[in-house]
């Protein structure tokens, strides 16, 4: 279809917590919003999508297996037939399946780096084309905390996510000539569902290690993600911003 003006942005893991205020920072940046889920998680996408739009942000959903690259290939040909090529990807999407490594079996392993690192290329890989050939991308890429420093209990998580930022470096150096940037950001602990599920005294512990004194919010993060991906943002590839309260300092 022939596009039009309305820079088109996809969103993967768009309807957790992180992601549903990157869609929102995104709207407001005046871009064409795709939000990406699980097919298993239809209605709750739909409700979602129906409280963003009722909220001033016309969201479109679509299905996917972020572990599939034939599944990834298959959504962004609906979005280029929908709306056009995509101009700017997030790509948020991530699972935690935690417990000591000599306990760790392969299930547990397996799943969270094709979710978390092997979804990274699964989806940037069918969109780098059309970047290129239009001379402008904007790619973010969600990584964590863990990503730089470790933490006990997450041997398979800490490595999907330090994989991300040798991914981003790399990449942003093969497309910096051609209009792309590529950055990453490392977000520390985030009040979202996930922590609100924790034990109140764990939850009390990792606040106390925090220098700001907080657990971070959803729209923190996805505000440094929307400066990355903003037009004028022209000059930033290759990094990876820490949003972490203090947690950790490199």
């Known amino acids: 279809m022939t596009k039009d003006l309305q820079k088109v942005a996809l969103v993967t893991g768009g309807i957790g917590g992180i992601g549903s205020e990157v869609c929102r920072a995104l ?11 699980l097919e298993a998680e239809i ?12 909220e001033g942000y016309p969201v479109s959903i679509v299905a996917v297996d972020v572990a599939s690259f034939e599944s990834c290939e298959a959504m962004v040909r609906r979005i280029e037939k929908e709306s056009g090529g995509i101009d700017v ?48 991308g904007r790619i973010v890429n969600i990584s964590s905390v863990n990503g ?14 330090a994989g991300i930022h040798g991914f981003t470096m790399a990449l942003a150096q093969e497309t910096a000539r051609k209009g792309i940037t590529v950055n990453s950001v490392s977000p520390g602990y985030v009040e979202t569902t996930m922590t609100a599920a924790v034990p109140e005294d764990v939850r009390n512990s990792i606040i106390s290690g925090i220098p700001a004194g907080r657990l971070g919010q959803p729209e923190e993060i996805a ?28």
């Open 89 to 136: 990807l997030v790509n948020c999407a991530g699972i935690t399946r935690d417990t000591t490594f000599r306990k760790m079996d392969e299930d547990f392993w397996r799943s969270v780096i094709e979710v978390n690192l092997n979804s990274v290329y699964n989806v940037t890989r069918q969109v780098i084309n059309g970047m290129l050939d239009n001379g402008f």
């Open 27 to 37: 709207c407001e940046q005046g871009r064409k919003v795709f939000a990406s889920h």
């Open 148 to 161: 730089q420093k470790g933490q006990f209990g997450q041997t398979n998580y800490s490595a999907s996510k």
């Open 43 to 54: 209605e709750i996408a739909e409700k979602w999508q129906e409280e963003l739009t009722g």
């Open 223 to 250: 505000n440094v993600a929307a400066f990355l991906t903003a037009d004028s943002t022209t000059y930033i590839t290759g990094a990876n911003i820490p949003v972490n309260g203090g947690l950790y300092m490199s």
